[in-house]
């Protein structure tokens, strides 16, 4: 008789996004009249720019022509690719990685939730609290997380840092000594950040107690602040103990078309084992590779037009961001993020739940958002919306708001 995994069981109802699609969809049902306005989920909105649509073209040609069609990907994608992320995401800024460092990927979603196959399950891991779910859904079903708590609504053996009001969402070095750290900067869904000497201070404290950092790096492309690192490799140490995800949903609107990576530097080791290596094998037998278009895609985000495409798409999206941080204030919300970051924090008025904020600001002003306790009990009495709707959406979102 098989048996299934029953960690899944553990699991509290679905993953937050699709919960928060269920709702919307019931409501849009019940209201079919309604124009309703989504700022929850960090999709974007603007069309893939023109030097990336370009690129795709050609490759879709060479695809149809005997002597230029491509078969399998390389295991750890293509060359053109990793040689231009590597100079420009990191050698460009003064960070050593090579290109056979890098993990091409179908984006930093499955990156994120994959990277712990890699490790024992005996490991602890901390995560900050509020956080982004899949680092703690992924654990929990590989049997990591311990027994959940749904009073304090908290895994038993998962070591949550509460990032608050108090320590400007910025997480404080955790008490007991984790093995696996989860690090998100610029943070969803707080859209706080953490300045270069502050992240220093995380991989010393890595590097002194052996653990290893995972850093989510997804929305570096909305940094504005010269204090805040783009990559966790400007700090001196990285190399033994971090790896980095990155994706191109973001910051090249790859969210359908899908492109990510992972670096992964050769000296990060436990003992003698290479973790460059187990992901290499991890990668080589369970992943298919993007497609050869896709990456030809990514290739043209670091192009001289490619680059001043996304910039403007960016700063597109960081009016909105403004819109929202302005228009908050305005009314008297307390707002934190939208700075370095596509997410605005904001805190629930009169002490409404994030849920009860979400049913409010649904029901009242057809407004989607995310409620802040989704991404962890700290995240209670604090939604997130995201910068990533069109300009008309956010300015009749906010709008909306002011009228409630
Ligand atoms: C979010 O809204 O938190 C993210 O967009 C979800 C994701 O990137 O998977």
Same mark, same amino acid.
């Given at each position: 008789m098989f048996k299934i995994n029953d960690n899944y069981l553990k699991l509290p109802g679905s993953y937050l996004f699709s919960t928060i699609a269920k709702k919307v969809a019931a409501f849009s049902e019940a209201n079919p009249d309604k124009n309703i306005i989504r700022l929850g989920i960090g999709d974007v909105t603007q069309p893939l720019a023109p030097a990336i649509i370009h690129s795709l073209h050609k490759a879709v040609d060479e695809m149809a022509v005997k002597e230029t069609f491509r078969g399998y990907a390389p295991d750890l994608g293509y060359e053109f690719l990793r040689s231009a992320i590597a100079k420009n995401d990191y050698q460009d800024r003064g960070c050593e990685i090579a290109a056979d460092e890098i993990f091409v990927s179908d984006g930093a979603k499955c990156d994120s939730g994959n990277i712990q196959e890699i490790f024992s399950i005996d490991n602890r891991i901390a995560v900050c609290d509020p956080v982004y779910p899949v680092y703690v859904d992924t654990n929990v079903m590989a049997g990591r997380a311990g027994t959940y708590d749904p009073k304090a609504e908290t895994w038993s053996d998962v070591i949550y840092m509460p990032c608050t009001a108090e320590n400007n969402f910025a997480p404080d070095l955790p008490k007991e000594t984790p093995d696996i750290i989860y690090?998100?900067?610029?943070?969803?869904?707080?859209?706080?950040?953490?300045?270069?000497?502050?992240?220093?201070?995380? #991989?010393?404290?890595?590097?002194?107690? !052996?653990?290893?950092?995972? =850093? +989510?790096?997804?929305?570096?492309?909305?940094? *504005?602040?010269?204090?805040?690192?783009?990559?966790?490799?400007?700090?001196?140490?990285?190399? &033994?103990?971090?790896?980095?995800?990155?994706?191109? *949903?973001?910051?090249? !609107?790859? @969210?359908? @078309?899908?492109?990510?990576? &992972?670096?992964?530097? %050769?000296?990060?080791?436990?003992?003698? #084992?290479?973790?460059? *290596?187990?992901?290499?094998?991890?990668?080589? @037998? %369970? =992943?298919? !590779?993007?497609?050869?278009?896709?990456?030809?895609?990514?290739?043209?985000?670091? &192009?001289?037009?490619?680059?001043?495409?996304? $910039?403007?798409?960016?700063? =597109?999206?960081? $009016?909105?961001? %403004? #819109?929202?941080?302005? !228009?908050?204030? +305005?009314?008297?919300? &307390? #707002?934190?993020?939208?700075?370095?970051?596509?997410?605005?924090?904001?805190?629930?008025?009169?002490?409404?739940? *994030?849920?009860?904020?979400?049913?409010?600001?649904?029901? $009242?002003?057809?407004?989607?958002?995310?409620?802040g306790s989704g991404f962890g009990p700290s995240g209670e009495g604090y939604f997130r919306l995201t910068a990533f709707g069109t300009y008309e959406n956010t300015v009749a979102a906010v709008e909306r708001m002011k009228k409630l």
């Open positions: 690090l998100c900067f610029p943070n969803n869904p707080t859209g706080s950040t953490i300045t270069k000497s502050q992240l220093q201070d995380w #991989v010393d404290y890595a590097n002194k107690v !052996g653990a290893v950092i995972i =850093y +989510d790096a997804a929305y570096e492309a909305y940094i *504005s602040e010269e204090d805040v690192p783009h990559t966790i490799y400007e700090c001196e140490g990285a190399r &033994t103990c971090a790896i980095e995800l990155r994706s191109f *949903s973001k910051n090249a !609107g790859f @969210t359908g @078309t899908r492109l990510g990576f &992972t670096v992964i530097p %050769k000296e990060l080791k436990c003992g003698d #084992v290479s973790l460059h *290596s187990l992901w290499a094998r991890r990668h080589g @037998t %369970k =992943y298919n !590779g993007a497609p050869y278009i896709i990456q030809r895609a990514g290739e043209a985000v670091y &192009t001289p037009e490619g680059k001043a495409q996304l $910039k403007e798409q960016i700063a =597109y999206y960081m $009016k909105n961001a %403004k #819109v929202i941080y302005e !228009g908050l204030k +305005d009314m008297g919300y &307390t #707002v934190s993020g939208g700075v370095n970051a596509p997410y605005i924090w904001l805190k629930t008025p009169d002490n409404m739940t *994030s849920w009860e904020f979400f049913d409010y600001l649904l029901e $009242k002003a057809n407004v989607v958002g995310t409620p």
